[in-house]
């Protein structure tokens, strides 16, 4: 991929899944390959295509099924819903709406950190996803920048929950650290139980790196970065390049303890605040939001990814149907149901 445009096929990808027939790859990441496609009706979907030694694992394969299926149970503005999946096949793999949009990480090396107000914009938009996401009884675990899609009508939050599902794969079994260690809440990185709040941790982490371009807790290896994290009650990460109010409101989000951190509706209220009121609660309301670099970024890749009718024809087998529209969930398909 340049610049986040989905690049071509490689000779050892899939060319169709379940029907779903695979047009470009839009990224790689610890858990599976992401693939372009479109539904019998043209809606573009990111398809994600769960990689091999975890297909081999039964016991995340049930756990997998459990995820998606609390995946699904969450809807709401600036969340990309799982709306198709497969828990049963050769190679799991599961369905998100596509939005044409640039990876946070990815537009931050190319173009640089964010102007402050993007940073809030941002960051509100994320905590109200967060929000919905933990009224649905779901934590997502791996709030970094490759999760965050950077659009022209607004941030978009992708995999909640999913991550869970590798949880007990370990280094010895798979050969990597499951979740993201820069990205880690002091109690992630200590192994200890997650809530709402390790989100929130995340949610500081990622916000004032996209203010810098700086990680808070400094360079090295993720581990050592990890480690760093791990013992935040003794050394604080470093904010002296961040401006007020976006300090005062990354230090609450980084609080060592857990209960020290606000709730994420309470993080989508003081970026409303910071705002002057305007925290972004539509798509009405992220017109001209993102710098004209990114914004160009963006565009390039609206252009690159929209099917083109003259030689688009899909053979797609008759049991795939389109997903249902935001806020209207179908049921699961050959998927246990979900488990908390």
Not at 75 to 88: A, C, I, M, Q, R
Not at 105 to 127: I, K, M, Q, S
Not at 237 to 244: A, I, S
Not at 251 to 257: G, I, K, N
Request: glycine fraction near 12%.
């Amino acid at each position: 991929m340049q610049d986040g445009v989905p690049g071509p096929l490689r000779a050892d990808d899939p060319r169709e899944i379940s029907g779903y027939v695979l047009r470009a790859r839009v990224g790689e990441g610890g858990m599976g390959t992401v693939y372009l496609s479109h539904t019998p009706g043209g809606r573009p979907v990111a398809l994600k295509v769960i990689r091999r030694e975890y297909a081999r694992d039964a016991e995340f394969r049930v756990r997998f099924a459990r995820e998606v299926a609390a995946a699904r149970r969450v809807s709401g503005y600036h969340l990309l819903p799982v709306v198709d999946h497969d828990t049963e096949g050769h190679r799991p793999w599961f369905a998100t709406h596509y939005v044409p949009g640039l990876p946070l990480d990815a537009a931050l090396d190319v173009h640089g950190p964010l102007p402050v107000d993007t940073v809030f914009r941002l960051t509100g938009a994320l905590a109200g996803a967060l929000d919905a996401v933990h009224a649905a009884g779901v934590v997502h675990r791996d709030i970094k920048p490759g999760n965050l899609l950077l659009a022209a009508d607004g941030p978009w939050l992708l995999d909640f929950g999913i991550a869970r599902a590798a949880g007990a794969l370990t280094l010895t079994t798979v050969g990597r650290l499951i979740g993201s260690p820069k990205h880690m809440s002091p109690e992630h990185a200590l192994g200890r139980g997650l809530t709402p709040a390790s989100d929130v941790f995340a949610l500081g982490l990622l916000a004032a790196e996209a203010a810098t371009g700086q990680h808070p807790y400094g360079r090295g290896h993720g581990l050592a970065v990890a480690a760093r994290i791990a013992g935040t009650d003794r050394e604080p990460p470093r904010l002296d390049h961040h401006p007020q109010p976006l300090r005062q409101l990354l230090e609450v989000c980084l609080a060592a303890r857990p209960e020290e951190r606000p709730a994420a509706r309470e993080v989508a209220e003081m970026c409303r605040e910071a705002l002057g009121g305007d925290g972004g609660r539509g798509p009405g309301d992220f017109a001209g939001w993102l710098p004209d670099p990114v914004a160009s970024a963006v565009a390039r890749i609206g252009t690159a990814t929209r099917p083109r009718p003259s030689s688009y024809t899909p053979t797609y087998v008759p049991t795939v149907r389109d997903p249902p529209a935001a806020g209207r969930p179908r049921p699961v398909r050959r998927s246990p149901g979900p488990s908390r």
